[in-house]
T-cell receptor
Framework: NAGVTQTPKFQVLKTGQSMTLQCAQD?????MYWYRQDPGMGLRLIYY???????DKGEVPNGYNVSRLNKREFSLRLESAAPSQTSVYFC????????????FGDGTRLSIL | KNEVEQSPQNLTAQEGEFITINCSYS?????LHWLQQHPGGGIVSLFM???GKKKHGRLIATINIQEKHSSLHITASHPRDSAVYIC??????????FGKGTLLTVNP
């Protein structure tokens, strides 16, 4: 029972490089989310997808793009990585938007030099 | 200013102690979540509540909507309870706002 799977688990990039973080869920959830977690701060929402075919900005969307490839997959892309994007990134999903528990992946630890 | 405040930030306990972690929030909410994050990073949802009290094993979560306050209690704490406990509130826009977390260490 995989739940929410994120790849990769760790990545080191140089400033200006691009990369895509992958997220897939096997729980038939409609809503998916990308968060970042930084020391001394709570998790912050980057982008979310309330349902297949829709995406919306969260609290900190600058420097990121997302794609809801299908119901299972929601990817996060850094087009030109900056040191300020060094963080731990979490993908989450829920059955639908609203008062539903969210299920989290194990996170991707991203360092940008 | 974070809309969700947790206390204490750090908590060290001896095995067997009763533990309380507090969460206060400043806005109207539709639900409050308690989450657990173990070393190594995985996050697990413990409770979602909008009123009253919920219990699961040794964990109890309570919420007082009028006072905008919630508590997470752990009875008979164990070293495996060592983790970061995170409070998050869901506002009218259905988005979660997270607290900074409480680092709990339970010593044997």
């Amino acid at each position: 029972n995989a739940g929410v799977t994120q790849t990769p688990k760790f990545q080191v990039l140089k400033t200006g490089q691009s990369m895509t973080l992958q997220c897939a869920q096997d729980m038939n959830h409609n809503s998916m989310y990308w968060y970042r977690q930084d020391p001394g701060m709570g998790l912050r929402l980057i982008y979310y997808s309330a349902s297949e075919g829709t995406t919306d900005k969260g609290e900190v969307p600058n420097g990121y793009n997302v794609s809801r490839l299908n119901k299972r997959e929601f990817s996060l892309r850094l087009e030109s990585a900056a040191p300020s994007q060094t963080s731990v990134y979490f993908c989450a999903s829920s059955y639908r938007e609203g008062n539903q528990p969210q299920h989290f992946g194990d996170g991707t630890r991203l360092s940008i030099l | 200013k974070n809309e969700v405040e947790q206390s204490p930030q750090n908590l060290t306990a001896q095995e067997g102690e009763f533990i309380t972690i507090n969460c206060s929030y400043s806005v109207g909410i539709s639900a409050l979540h308690w989450l657990q994050q173990h070393p190594g990073g995985g996050i697990v949802s413990l409770f979602m509540l909008s009123s009253g009290k919920k219990k699961h094993g040794r964990l109890i979560a309570t919420i007082n909507i009028q006072e905008k306050h919630s508590s997470l209690h752990i009875t008979a704490s164990h070293p495996r309870d060592s983790a970061v406990y995170i409070c998050a509130v869901r506002g009218s826009n259905y988005k979660l706002t997270f607290g900074k977390g409480t680092l709990l260490t339970v010593n044997p």
